[in-house]
């Protein structure tokens, strides 16, 4: 089974839920805002892609965030705390395969080889 973890008005996450559907694969959505996330997960997807890549440092929360805020993350314990607060923050979608991490983001090239 896969699902998929992100915001639905995301554009990464309009692009990855387009080419399930193109594929005929079956997903689950899990929209970060209403349904949140919790700390093992983040752990969990930390393990898998490196907090620093869970943790989108690129995109419009992040750069709306205090400068406090930002600087107070210096580890993963720290970024955990910054994506529980603002689940925005997170890089979407996250990816999973059977209960597994598989994917961060939306790369067409990596789909095909992770979800089939």
């Not at 699902?3 to 995301?10: D, S």
């Not at 970024?79 to 979407?92: F, G």
Request: aromatic content about 10%; charged content about 25%.
């Amino acid at each position: 089974m896969i699902k998929v973890y992100g915001i639905p008005n995301c554009n990464s996450v309009k692009k990855a839920i387009t080419w399930l559907k193109d594929h005929n694969l079956e997903y689950e959505f899990h929209d970060f805002k209403k349904e949140g996330v919790n700390t093992d997960q983040l752990k969990s997807w930390s393990a898998v892609f490196g907090w620093e890549q869970v943790l989108n440092k690129k995109g419009t929360t992040w750069r709306t965030l205090d400068p406090a805020q930002q600087q107070a993350v210096k580890d993963e314990k720290s970024a955990i705390e910054v994506m529980l607060a603002t689940p925005s923050a997170i890089k979407r979608p996250v990816i999973l395969l059977d209960e597994q991490p598989v994917l961060l983001g939306f790369n067409e090239d990596l789909y095909p080889q992770k979800l089939k």
